[in-house]
T-cell receptor
Framework: DAKTTQPNSMESNEEEPVHLPCNHS???????IHWYRQLPSQGPEYVIH???SNVNNRMASLAIAEDRKSSTLILHRATLRDAAVYYC??????????????FGKGTKLSVKP | DTGVSQDPRHKITKRGQNVTFRCDPI?????LYWYRQTLGQGPEFLTY????????KSRLLSDRFSAERPKGSFSTLEIQRTEQGDSAMYLC??????????FGEGSRLTVL
């Protein structure tokens, strides 16, 4: 299964943008890039996903490098509620366990007031 | 609330006892997943159902673990003869047609 590499932790100030990086140098052409986050004492929550093009939704933006070997989750204005562990995950379109996401340790984001 | 619900939220048991967790997925989702999460780690896949069929089981799912989804709706995860190493958060998720997983809040197991 393709692996991702993320920093263990990052800090941000409230109301500032946050760029969370993810490296996935062994990504295949049919792997989707998914991001989930997990707030304290809760189950993971879907944030965003993409294949090749940058994506925006109400929670965040996903910027995907042209070679697809890295991606960045962008929170445009961090709030205290965004403090969580953020997971970058590759999900194959074909084969494997459809929807079986393999989580790493993720990036723990701290947001300072 | 139409999200994924899990019961019980917390379970404390003595080593050697059996425990059962229940998961009610989002009603229109036919795929259901169980994960386990220990402190400081990401969730680890245990097993996956499409409707009532259990299509995949992880190597983590020893023979003391069994999962069912008898009518393709709710699912149960039973752990027999619990060990202290089974202490973890057990997470259930159901999957939308778009591929996103929706997780419940988990069932935390403590084995004394």
């Amino acid at each position: 299964d393709a692996k991702t590499t993320q920093p263990n932790s990052m800090e941000s100030n409230e109301e500032e943008p946050v760029h969370l990086p993810c490296n996935h140098s062994t990504i295949s052409g049919t792997d989707y890039i998914h991001w989930y986050r997990q707030l304290p004492s809760q189950g993971p929550e879907y944030v965003i996903h993409g294949l090749t093009s940058n994506v925006n939704n109400r929670m965040a933006s996903l910027a995907i490098a042209e070679d697809r070997k890295s991606s960045t989750l962008i929170l445009h204005r961090a709030t205290l509620r965004d403090a969580a562990v953020y997971y970058c995950i590759l999900r194959p379109l074909w084969g494997g366990s459809q929807g079986n996401l393999i989580f790493g340790k993720g990036t723990k984001l701290s947001v300072k007031p | 609330d139409t999200g994924v619900s899990q019961d019980p939220r917390h379970k404390i048991t003595k080593r050697g006892q059996n425990v059962t967790f229940r998961c009610d997925p989002i009603s229109e989702h036919n795929r259901l997943y169980w994960y386990r999460q220990t402190l400081g780690q990401g969730p680890e896949f245990l097993t996956y159902f499409q409707n009532e069929a259990q299509l995949e089981k992880s190597r983590l799912l020893s023979d003391r673990f069994s999962a069912e989804r008898p009518k393709g709706s709710f699912s149960t995860l039973e752990i027999q003869r619990t060990e202290q190493g089974d202490s973890a958060m057990y997470l259930c998720a159901s999957r939308s047609e778009g591929g996103e997983l929706f997780f419940g809040e988990g069932s935390r197991l403590t084995v004394l």
